[in-house]
DNA sequence: GCCGCAATTGACAACGTGAGACAATTCGAC
DNA sequence: GTCGAATTGTCTCACGTTGTCAATTGCGGC
């Protein structure tokens, strides 16, 4: 069992209060009285009982972080780390689990945390979604989701934005017959980033409407299928072949290197590949390297740590921008 | 402030120990009673304080799960699962940090389990590895990693195992002029896999001892680069070309079936390819799919919280065995 | 030596829970 | 109405920490 504020007192031959003062860098502690307090500290290993503190000052310091489906996708990670460093920044510790939403990891989770009177919950999605999250007693933070009547504050990805921007990067390199392969329409990035699509090649001085194609078979959820070899077979037995195919995320680029190589068609010589996500290790493992927007996980794992500590208003949405990866796709 | 069982107690118009009975299933307590309070404790949401219960009984009934590096490497995440479902399932709290070796993310973790009285650790590596940790007060588990002076026990896939039932079913199928493309020679599972892909293909006749290439070019740790395009160029530029090509990892793998393709050789149809991980996705992005063996990472981390709970006798080390996942490149 | 004031140190209580000791009450069976 | 068992209640303590407030020490100035 380790030492308590008591043991290190009776050897220190003070009292209690005074190693709490030690302990807690209280300024009116006689320097010569800190240093004997805090050698005994080191000799003993001693650190503070967060339990008794959690007692004694009814504030647990404690912050849930829920991954939901990670092992489904670990972009996740990301989302984790930036919110760890900033609690520990910020002096505060973070609680966290991985779940499955609806099922007993999740219920036994919310428990867990309740034990612990967690200050906060942040709620992390896998991928850019809907989510409906009752209200509790406890404020939540929604991260790479949304609540579905705007009740917790929420960060997303700029998806919007981040079609746009790589748009722009496309058009800028000389690519002008780019299609896009997106995301199933039951997710939400599927929409923001099929606007920006189109947008940015309008702003190009190109009607893009025509060049977007759901690429995914299976619904969000299910094991991922996609349609891409028969709408590649498709776009490239005309003459007017794509010059450029963006796909709505890397392992669909993944999937559509090995179409187009069955079409006969070398990625990178004839015809460009750019993706969304700047998934370890896939993005660089693929030959040539795909060139991919790289969303902004650890900012937003930052940022909802930070909301969550400093609280944040009910109905408050922050959208992040991405990063543009670069390798030999493009 | 979520209720407390006082609070309860008041709202019930019973005594506190009488709410204390309940919550510890303490059996003299009137059915209706128990049932009375149980309602008023399900509507107030009431959770008993943690904190609490720690200062009272003495103990945190608290694991830490430390996993080292996951972010450049995913395969972690269940091992968390396997430890998180068994804590769940023994009444156990577990607390779970993503941290760096050597880094400040180490020493806070740390410092958080010291300050929560955490029972046990659970120490958990991306690869099969030896690290040095020293012996706490604290018991500590190795997880796919092992002690250099085997001062505590480990919990290991079998790597020997592994290649061996691997190369076993390669010699089934009749493939006689295999290779073996492997990891590192500094990473342990090397020279475990390397004896056991010898030993399968002795017992099944064949001398295999020239038919193991090193091909990872870099150290562990640093990002992975691979020797495996000169090694093939040589290796399929004879008459006497290898029918299948094992490697050291699914990662390996990806890169292998580039490099075939490179070279004019269809994996699934002019060579095999098998391999170890069974990383999601790749392995079932890959075209064809890749048959490959899966580490018991589930399983050992079932294993390593059941140690961390019961305790382990210092020096045991537990072997786990893998599942050959079939596709289609084998 | 003593006063006054600042610097330093100490005594005590309380947070929520669970357990022990034991008293009080209720209920049913006789 | 009594006995005994079942149930409920009262009271007390302890866990480790820290805020409040009181006590003690040290020191300059007389």
Redesign the pocket.
Known sequence: MLA???EVARRAK?????V??V??NDP???AE?RSRIEAIIAELGYE??QA??M????KSNIIGFLADGVATYPSSIELVRGAQDVAWERGKQMMLFNIERGRPSSAMADSQLAAFRAEAIIYAATFHQQVDIEPTSVPHILLNCFDRGGRHPAILPDDYQLALDITRIIFERGYRRPVFLNLNTDIVASHLRGKGFIEGAAAAGLDASGRVHIAVKSAAGAPTEFATRRILADLFSGLDRPDLVLCGQDIMAMNVYFELARLGFKVGKDVAVASFDNLDPIAGLLQPGLSTMELPYYEMGRAAMNLAIDGARHNQVLRLKGKFVERNSL
Chains 1, 2 share one sequence.
């Open positions: 308590t504020q008591r003070t009292s209690l209060k005074t709490s003062r302990i807690n009116l502690v006689n009285t503070p009982n008794a503190r007692m004694r000052s009814q």
